[in-house]
């Protein structure tokens, strides 16, 4: 089956917010609604992993693997690309196999995934030859082709010159270097971090560039809440809040942050007046079941 013939792609929209804080520095933010492509497959996931796929079955793979930890989108999202296309698939995990899964690797599972844990130590040394006639992708997606798929996000959009600024959340890195492939003069990409002291993030981004690829992009590591897949309290009442005001739901690894973080450096002024901001929705919204029941309003 061709997995895009289950995507929805005449789901997403641009979600104009309207907020006091925006008003008062003349600032507009539009929200790329990726999410409602598809429940599993949402937000930037398809996009990084749809070269990967297609070059694994033009090279007749029967088998792919990956990286990822026990909330990664990714790996979910590649278990169930893999059973779309007819492929095998494998998630290197880190971390040791705990009693309870996660939601996120139950689902992973449950699409047929085999699930490998691995010590964090092992996990950055991983020999991917202990495995033999494997199609490897890395964590996240990240590589070229994960970068070349990311920039078709911001190809689905008409008016895309008018942004001044295009924001995403930033894992390996993967998305934020298809954005800055798409920039124009004047554009800027923004990145925020959902790990803590990820301080070769700009380095990775810039090994999936090309020379004449814009150098007008930016990280910034103050939005992590404690590190990947961390949370306050305090997030998890601005989600609610969130939805309550703007009926858009995000998710405590990645979106919460991200729109957190937006708000905060325009009301920082690190946003120029008149500016025109475009978040990238990333989706993974399947990440908030790992949350205690009844700790989000939608």
Avoid at 84 to 113: D, W, Y
Wanted: aromatic fraction near 10%; proline fraction near 2%; hydrophobic fraction near 40%.
């Amino acid at each position: 089956m061709n997995i895009e013939e289950e995507l929805h792609f005449e789901k997403i929209f641009i979600q104009s917010i309207k907020a006091k804080w925006l008003d008062e520095k003349n600032v507009s933010l539009d929200v790329l609604r990726l999410d409602l492509i598809h429940p599993v497959i949402s937000g930037n996931k398809w996009f990084k992993l749809k070269y990967y796929i297609k070059d694994a079955k033009e090279n007749n793979a029967s088998t792919i693997a990956t990286f990822g930890g026990a909330y990664s989108n990714h790996i979910l999202a590649t278990a169930y690309a893999c059973r779309i296309a007819g492929l095998k698939s494998i998630g290197i995990i880190r971390g040791e196999e705990p009693k309870n899964l996660s939601h996120t690797l139950m689902n992973a599972g449950s699409l047929g995934m085999e699930l490998h844990f691995v010590n964090r130590n092992e996990y950055d040394v991983f020999d991917k030859n202990s495995f033999k006639n494997i199609y490897w992708i890395d964590e996240g997606g990240h590589g070229i082709k994960g970068a070349e798929g990311a920039k078709g996000i911001i190809e689905l959009i008409k008016n895309k010159k008018k942004y001044s600024h295009i924001i995403c959340a930033v894992g390996t890195g993967t998305t934020l270097a298809g954005m800055i492939k798409t920039l124009s003069a004047n554009q800027e990409a923004i990145g925020i971090s959902v790990m803590k002291n990820n301080t070769g993030l700009h380095d990775q981004i810039r090994h999936l560039l090309e020379k004449n690829d814009s150098e007008n992009f930016k990280i910034i590591h103050d939005f992590h809440f404690g590190g990947y897949a961390k949370h306050t309290k305090e997030l998890v009442s601005f989600m609610n809040e969130t939805w309550m005001e703007h009926q858009l739901p995000t998710d405590f690894v990645y979106t919460a942050k991200t729109f957190f973080a937006i708000k905060k450096i325009i009301e920082q002024k690190r946003i120029p007046h008149g500016s025109s901001v475009l978040m990238i929705h990333t989706g993974g919204l399947q990440g908030n079941l790992s949350l205690p029941s009844n700790s989000l309003h939608f």
